[in-house]
C-alpha cells in the first residue's frame, strides 16, 4: 500500500532529471556539432591564423580577428551604457517613486521586453545614425557608438526587470530592522538591499551579456560591417555574429563557410567564459547569506 | 421573356470568363500533361527568378517538380556538363574551353546591370574609371578631390556571396581592392537605404533597383540606366545564362522557352534584371 506514491515520486523525479540532462545535453551537443563541422581548419592548423588574422578571401585570408574585436567592442560598451541605466530604473522602481512613476516605467518595460530587435534596427537607421552623423561631422554614422548605444537600449529592460525583482524580494525584515536603526532609505538601498540582491544583479548581467555578445540584427544593421579592425568608436565594425549573417550565403564546401563554425564556437565560448567568471565572482567575494 | 435574358445574359457571361481565363494562362498550358523533373543549380542572382517561374509552373501542374540549387556559376556550369543537373545557371559566358568539353548551349534570358549611385543631394554626377577605382580602393577620400563637397567619401559595399558586388568588382573597378573599411551592406534595398540617407554615400546597386531616392552616376560619360544596359553602351553588365548539355529536350527546353516568353520576361523584370525580349 505504500509503493504507490513512492513510484510516483520516482517517476517524476527521473522525469526531470532526464529534463535536465536533455537540456544540458543539447547545449554540449550544438558546442560538438560546431567542433565538428569547423574540423577541416582545425586538423588543417589554421586555428591560430584564422584567430589572429585579417578577413580577405580575395588573398586566401579568413582570419576574424577584426570580428572578435568588434564584438567585444560592442558588447562591452553597450553593457558599460546599460548597466548603470538599469540600475537606476530598477532603484526607482522599487525604492524612490514605487507607487507613482515608478510604477508606470515599470509597466513600460514590461512592454519593452517584447520589443523585436529589429525595430530597434530599424530605428536605429532612421533616427539614431543620421544624429551620430551630424554630431561627429565625418562618418557614416554606421559605427560603434551607434551600435552600442541601441545595444544598450535593447538590453536593459530584460536587465531592469531582473534588478527590480531583486531589490523587490529582500525581506522586510531586512528592511524593517534598518528603518528601526534609524537608516535613511538611501542607506537602507546601499547597506540592505543590494548587497541582498547581488544574486539577481548577477543573473541579470550574465543574461544582459549573452543578449548583447549574441545579438546579431543590431550590430548588422548599425555598424557597418567593415572587415577592417576597427580602430575607434567611430569606426564601422563587424561582429562575429553579422559577420555570420552575411558569409553564410556563401559555398557550403568553402573554407570561408568553415569559418563560421569557428566564429560559433568563440562565441559560445565568450558566453560560457563571462557566466563562469561571474559565477566564481559570486562565490568568492561574497557571503553567502 | 425576362427569365429567357436573365440565363442568356449568364450564359454569354461565363463564355467571356472561359476564354479570357484561357488566354492568361497561354504560357503555362505548354506544362499541362507533362510529368518528370527538373533539376537546376548554378548562379544565385538567378534563383529568385528562377523560383518564381517554378512555383507558377507547379502550381499549374503539381506533376512536374522543380529543384533549385546555388552554388556558384562554376558549380552550376560543372554539374551540368556532368549531367548532375538539367540546367545550370552561370552569371557569366562558359569559356571556349567548358563549352567543348561538356558540348554546352547557352541560353541568355536577362542581364544584370550594376550601376554607382549616390545621394540625390550629391553634387557629383559623373566620375571615371580611374577616378571610381581610386574611390573604391580608399585613394581618393574626400568628395572635393573629384568635385563635390569638402567632405569624406562614405563608401558602401556589399556582402561577399554577392553576385553584383563581383559584377561591380570585376567590370567596373577591374579586380581592383575595395577598401577594408567600407561599410558593408546585406542587400540592394539595404544599400538603396544606406545611400538615400547619407548624403556623402557612394555605392553601387543592380540597375533594375535604381529609382529616385537615389541618383545614378555616369561612368566614363555613360548613365546606367534600363536602356543603356539593354543597348550595351553602358558595360558593367552580364548576362544571366541558363545552359543545357546539348540541345535541350521535353521538359528542360518547354522550362527554357517558359523563360524566354512574355511571362518568363515580365518574372525577370519584376526581380530587377533587364528582360532580353
Known amino acids: 500500500m505504500n509503493a504507490e506514491p513512492i513510484s510516483r515520486e520516482t517517476i517524476a523525479h527521473t522525469i526531470f532529471i532526464s529534463a535536465a540532462w536533455l537540456s544540458a545535453g543539447f547545449t554540449l551537443m550544438i558546442f560538438g556539432f560546431m567542433a565538428v563541422l569547423g574540423y577541416p581548419i582545425l586538423r588543417d592548423g589554421q586555428l591560430f591564423k584564422m584567430l589572429t588574422g585579417p578577413w580577405s578571401p580575395i588573398h586566401q585570408n579568413y582570419g576574424i580577428w577584426p570580428m572578435i574585436i568588434g564584438t567585444l567592442a560592442i558588447a562591452s560598451l553597450g553593457l558599460i551604457l546599460a548597466v548603470p541605466l538599469s540600475l537606476g530604473c530598477a532603484i526607482l522602481i522599487q525604492v524612490v517613486a514605487p507607487r507613482g512613476f515608478g510604477h508606470l516605467l515599470h509597466k513600460m518595460v514590461h512592454l519593452m521586453t517584447g520589443i523585436p530587435t529589429v525595430i530597434y534596427g530599424f530605428v536605429g537607421i532612421f533616427l539614431l545614425v543620421p544624429l551620430v552623423r551630424e554630431i561627429f561631422g565625418h562618418g557614416s554614422g554606421l559605427c560603434i557608438l551607434s551600435a552600442s548605444l541601441m545595444l544598450a537600449l535593447l538590453i536593459s529592460p530584460t536587465m531592469i526587470l531582473f534588478f527590480a525583482q531583486g531589490l523587490a524580494r529582500v525581506p522586510r525584515a531586512y528592511l524593517m530592522a534598518a528603518t528601526a536603526m534609524g537608516g535613511t532609505p538611501i542607506q537602507r538601498l546601499v547597506y540592505v538591499m543590494l548587497p541582498n540582491a547581488w544574486r539577481s544583479i548577477l543573473a541579470g548581467l550574465i543574461l544582459a551579456f549573452g543578449r548583447a555578445v549574441g545579438d546579431t540584427m543590431i550590430a548588422l544593421m548599425l555598424a557597418g560591417n567593415a572587415v577592417a579592425t576597427p580602430q575607434s568608436l567611430l569606426d564601422s565594425a563587424r561582429t562575429l555574429t553579422a559577420h555570420i549573417a552575411l558569409v553564410i550565403a556563401a559555398d557550403f564546401d568553402s573554407l570561408e563557410f568553415r569559418s563560421l563554425f569557428i566564429c560559433g564556437l568563440i562565441l559560445y565560448l565568450f558566453t560560457s567564459l563571462a557566466t563562469l567568471t561571474m559565477r566564481w565572482m559570486v562565490t568568492n567575494h561574497m557571503q553567502r547569506p | ?277
Open chain 2, 1 to 277: 421573356m425576362k427569365k429567357h435574358t436573365a440565363r442568356i445574359g449568364l450564359l454569354t457571361i461565363a463564355l467571356i470568363a472561359c476564354i479570357a481565363t484561357q488566354g492568361r494562362a497561354s504560357a503555362l498550358d505548354t506544362f499541362k500533361n507533362e510529368t518528370g523533373t527538373i533539376k537546376i543549380s548554378g548562379g544565385t542572382a538567378h534563383i529568385p527568378a528562377m523560383k518564381a517561374a517554378a512555383e507558377r509552373i507547379m502550381s499549374a501542374n503539381p506533376n512536374i517538380q522543380i529543384s533549385i540549387a546555388g552554388g556558384g556559376s562554376g558549380v552550376g556550369i560543372k554539374q551540368v556538363g556532368e549531367g548532375l543537373v538539367d540546367i545550370g545557371n552561370s552569371g557569366r559566358t562558359p569559356s571556349d574551353k567548358e563549352v567543348q568539353k561538356y558540348g554546352l548551349n547557352m541560353f541568355k534570358w536577362a542581364i544584370d546591370g550594376v550601376g554607382v549611385v549616390v545621394n540625390p543631394q550629391n553634387a557629383v554626377k559623373a566620375v571615371t574609371s580611374d577616378q571610381l577605382k581610386a574611390i573604391f580602393a580608399g585613394k581618393i577620400t574626400n568628395w572635393q578631390q573629384v568635385g563635390g563637397a569638402n567632405k569624406d567619401i562614405d563608401l558602401y559595399t556589399r556582402d561577399e556571396a554577392s553576385g553584383t558586388r563581383e559584377v561591380f568588382w570585376k567590370k567596373a573597378l577591374n579586380k581592383g581592392d575595395i577598401n577594408p573599411k567600407a561599410n558593408v551592406v546585406p542587400s540592394n534595398g539595404a544599400m538603396k537605404t544606406a545611400v538615400a540617407s547619407d548624403p556623402y554615400a557612394i555605392g553601387f546597386v543592380s540597375v533594375g533597383h535604381i529609382d529616385a531616392t537615389v541618383t545614378p552616376v555616369a561612368l566614363d560619360g555613360v548613365i546606367p540606366t534600363l536602356d543603356t544596359v539593354k543597348q550595351g553602351t553602358y558595360k558593367v553588365a552580364r548576362g544571366l545564362f541558363s545552359n543545357t548539355k546539348g540541345s535541350p529536350t521535353g521538359l528542360t527546353a518547354k522550362f527554357i522557352n517558359y523563360m524566354l516568353s512574355p511571362e518568363g520576361q515580365q518574372i525577370a523584370a519584376q526581380k530587377g534584371f533587364i528582360p532580353v525580349k
